[in-house]
C-alpha cells in the first residue's frame, strides 16, 4: 500500500499485515507455553484492540477466556480527582490469571490508573500484552510483559487504531507523516 489520507491528514505504511501476523504468532507461542494448564482470562481494552485482540486469540491453543471492556474517564470528587471505571467487567478476577490486552502503551497513564483497580480484585496474576509501544512517550511507566513493537513517538493508524474515529479498518500500520 501506499500514501493514505485519513480526514485532513497524510499518512505512509510503517508496519506491514505481514510483520503483525508474524509478530502476533510470536507472541502467542510465548502465551501459550506461559500459561499451559492455566486457563487465562484475557481482557481486551475497546475500542482499539478488538482487531489484535482477535487475531492474537485465534492463535492460542491453550484453554482461555476473553473478555472485552471499555474504559471511561470522568472527574471524580476533588479528593478521587481524575477516575478511570472499567465498563463491562463482569468477570470475577480473584484468583485468576489475567493478561490484558492493550493496543498501544503511551504515556502509560490508562494503565498506570487501571491495573491498580484490577490487583484490589485479587487476581493470581496479572500481566500486558500490548501490540505497540512508545517508550519516548512515557511518563507513567508500565512493564509489558508481552510486546509487538517498539516505536518511536510518532502518532500511527490503522489495524484497529483511529484517527478521529477514522482508520481502524486499514489491515496494517500506517504513520503520520510530519
Ligand atoms: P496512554 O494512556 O498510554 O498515554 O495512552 C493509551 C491510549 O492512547 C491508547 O490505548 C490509544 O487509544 C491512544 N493512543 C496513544 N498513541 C496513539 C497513536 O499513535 N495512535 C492512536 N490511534 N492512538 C493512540
Redesign the pocket.
Known sequence: MGEMRVHDKQFEPYISAEKIADRIKEIAGKLNKDYTGRKPLFIA?L???FMFAADLFKELAIDAEICFIKLASYKGTKSTGHVITAIGLDMDLFGRDVVIV???????????EFLPQLHHQQPASLKIVAL?H?PE?T??P?TIDYLGFSIPN????GYG???DGL?RNIPEIFKLIE
Request: charge should be negative; glycine fraction near 10%; proline fraction near 0%.
Open positions: 481494552i475500542n482499539g484492540s492493550e493496543d498501544i502503551v503511551d504515556t502509560g497513564k490508562t494503565l498506570s505497540l512508545k512517550a511518563v507513567f508500565i510518532k502518532f500511527v493508524v487504531l483511529d484517527y482508520g
